[in-house]
């Protein structure tokens, strides 16, 4: 482990936290394809049974978003008034544009900058004759809505759920439900902002939707794909993301992190594809009551989930719907500095992904996963959350559904 592994170690397990992949170009006008992909129709068969995973090591690819840039205050930033991040600036590849790119937007250069980069890749592969398959990737990673846990966390405070809350599945009068937890109003709201600022996007900045989407199992984040990619598809067609077992939030004893079964996933959504990863078996057997797994494996776990997308999916553009500890810490897997996201927000990337020799390896270090924290001595968990807001649960939640309440100090509010 290299130091600043052992350093993010240090840090508090993370709160129940999202991910998505098809084909769809905004990119055809005027006759002239900004995208360049080797073989646009090269789509995924993630997870064929049998089939082996290559390792990768991952590089962000920074110069290109704010979000990447050690300037930037992850406090306050709003993607939807940033046009996602991305700098204004010229590249290398715009001279290969028609009158220099002059008459495209930024998002529709920088597009035509990832195909030329991944175009290069390719020939320097057959210049050489090295099976090294390097690529660069556009991830889309994107946090959940405000969820029921999200609220009930930020009504009792951090250390009375963790100690005791987390593991329950509702509070003590029902006001919520908060294992495998649904979307609030707020989040669903969030969701919708999301959408919109998309379809803003498409029609100010021709920016190209994902070709490739990617979602974790647990409810919030599905939901939030759904309302932010639902209505987005070419000709109407359905959404149709790849449920991954991997994108899911940091498991254990937090029920908000125990999802359901697969066939309740589909009777929720059912144009999502769930039997394309072998990892997602019709009941949850990852999640432990007792244990909780720890930052260290989430990241390993990350960057496992990366490695099986882009060994079967060959797309530039990939979303990926999933949580907040899970986007952490596959962040920090790809080498990205840290960038708080709120619930509902965004963060794109740009990826390298250069083939590793060895084999995948399988680690279980489940020894390693933690046990609930002991509550501190004199903490009242009858009144903890009245102490701390002068209102039941209740009343709470009808606050932050109103809006009168505002949970988060960066949460996505959206403009579009
Ligand atoms: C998913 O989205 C579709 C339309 O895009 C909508 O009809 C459906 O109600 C949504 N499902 C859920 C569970 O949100
Ligand atoms: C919003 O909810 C709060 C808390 O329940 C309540 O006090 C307030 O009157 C509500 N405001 C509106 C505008 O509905």
Same mark, same amino acid.
């Given at each position: 482990m290299d130091p600043p592994f052992l350093l993010l170690l240090t840090v508090s397990f993370v709160v129940c936290g999202l991910l998505e992949v098809t084909d769809f170009s905004m990119s055809s006008q005027k006759g002239f394809?900004?995208?360049?992909?080797?073989?646009?129709? *090269?789509g995924m068969e993630i997870g064929q049974s049998g089939e082996k995973e290559s390792r990768y090591k991952y590089t962000t690819i920074t110069g290109y978003f704010l979000q990447d840039d050690p300037a930037t205050d992850p406090f306050g930033f709003d993607f939807t008034k940033t046009n996602?991040? %991305?700098?204004d600036r010229p590249y290398d590849s715009d001279t290969s544009l028609p009158n220099n790119g002059r008459e495209l937007t930024g998002w529709q250069r920088f597009e035509h900058h990832i195909s030329k980069l991944n175009q290069d890749a390719q020939k320097t592969r057959d210049g050489s004759g090295k099976s090294a398959d390097v690529s660069y990737k556009l991830l889309f990673l994107g946090r959940h809505g405000n969820g029921f846990h999200n609220v009930a966390e930020r009504y009792y405070g951090n250390v009375a759920w963790d100690c005791y809350?987390? *593991? %329950?599945?509702?509070?003590k009068d029902n006001v919520m439900t908060w294992s495998d937890a649904h979307l609030t109003k707020e989040g669903i709201r969030q969701a919708q902002e999301a959408n919109k600022f998309w379809k803003h996007q498409i029609k100010a900045e021709r920016i190209s939707l994902p070709q490739s989407y990617y979602v974790s199992p647990l409810d919030r984040a599905l939901e939030t794909a759904n309302v932010t990619f639902g209505d987005l598809q070419p000709d109407g067609a359905a959404f149709r993301p790849i449920v991954m077992e991997r994108a899911r939030e940091g498991s254990g004893i937090h029920t908000c992190d125990r999802r359901s079964s697969v066939t309740y996933i589909k009777s929720r959504?059912?144009?999502?594809?769930?039997? *394309?990863?072998? %990892? %997602?078996?019709?009941?949850?057997?990852?999640?432990?009551p007792v244990y909780r797994e720890t930052n260290e494996a989430l990241t390993i776990r990350q960057a496992k989930l990366l490695d099986s997308i882009v060994t079967k999916d060959k797309n530039e553009r990939i979303s990926i719907t999933a949580h907040s500890g899970a986007i952490a810490m596959f962040l920090h897997a790809i080498g990205h500095q840290k960038f708080g996201l709120g619930t509902g927000a965004v963060i794109p990337v740009l990826v390298k992904a250069e083939p590793l020799s060895q084999p995948a390896d399988f680690i279980d270090d489940r020894d390693k996963w933690q046990t609930i924290p002991k509550c501190p001595v004199g903490l009242d968990l009858e009144t903890v959350g009245v102490q701390r807001w002068k209102m039941g649960l209740k009343e709470f939640l009808a606050g932050v559904e109103n809006g009168t309440l505002q949970i988060e100090e960066m949460a996505f509010k959206g403009r579009h």
């Amino acid at each position: 482990m290299d130091p600043p592994f052992l350093l993010l170690l240090t840090v508090s397990f993370v709160v129940c936290g999202l991910l998505e992949v098809t084909d769809f170009s905004m990119s055809s006008q005027k006759g002239f394809d900004i995208h360049t992909d080797p073989d646009p129709s *090269a789509g995924m068969e993630i997870g064929q049974s049998g089939e082996k995973e290559s390792r990768y090591k991952y590089t962000t690819i920074t110069g290109y978003f704010l979000q990447d840039d050690p300037a930037t205050d992850p406090f306050g930033f709003d993607f939807t008034k940033t046009n996602f991040g %991305l700098i204004d600036r010229p590249y290398d590849s715009d001279t290969s544009l028609p009158n220099n790119g002059r008459e495209l937007t930024g998002w529709q250069r920088f597009e035509h900058h990832i195909s030329k980069l991944n175009q290069d890749a390719q020939k320097t592969r057959d210049g050489s004759g090295k099976s090294a398959d390097v690529s660069y990737k556009l991830l889309f990673l994107g946090r959940h809505g405000n969820g029921f846990h999200n609220v009930a966390e930020r009504y009792y405070g951090n250390v009375a759920w963790d100690c005791y809350f987390s *593991a %329950l599945d509702s509070d003590k009068d029902n006001v919520m439900t908060w294992s495998d937890a649904h979307l609030t109003k707020e989040g669903i709201r969030q969701a919708q902002e999301a959408n919109k600022f998309w379809k803003h996007q498409i029609k100010a900045e021709r920016i190209s939707l994902p070709q490739s989407y990617y979602v974790s199992p647990l409810d919030r984040a599905l939901e939030t794909a759904n309302v932010t990619f639902g209505d987005l598809q070419p000709d109407g067609a359905a959404f149709r993301p790849i449920v991954m077992e991997r994108a899911r939030e940091g498991s254990g004893i937090h029920t908000c992190d125990r999802r359901s079964s697969v066939t309740y996933i589909k009777s929720r959504f059912p144009t999502f594809i769930t039997d *394309a990863d072998p %990892l %997602l078996t019709e009941d949850d057997t990852y999640w432990d009551p007792v244990y909780r797994e720890t930052n260290e494996a989430l990241t390993i776990r990350q960057a496992k989930l990366l490695d099986s997308i882009v060994t079967k999916d060959k797309n530039e553009r990939i979303s990926i719907t999933a949580h907040s500890g899970a986007i952490a810490m596959f962040l920090h897997a790809i080498g990205h500095q840290k960038f708080g996201l709120g619930t509902g927000a965004v963060i794109p990337v740009l990826v390298k992904a250069e083939p590793l020799s060895q084999p995948a390896d399988f680690i279980d270090d489940r020894d390693k996963w933690q046990t609930i924290p002991k509550c501190p001595v004199g903490l009242d968990l009858e009144t903890v959350g009245v102490q701390r807001w002068k209102m039941g649960l209740k009343e709470f939640l009808a606050g932050v559904e109103n809006g009168t309440l505002q949970i988060e100090e960066m949460a996505f509010k959206g403009r579009h």
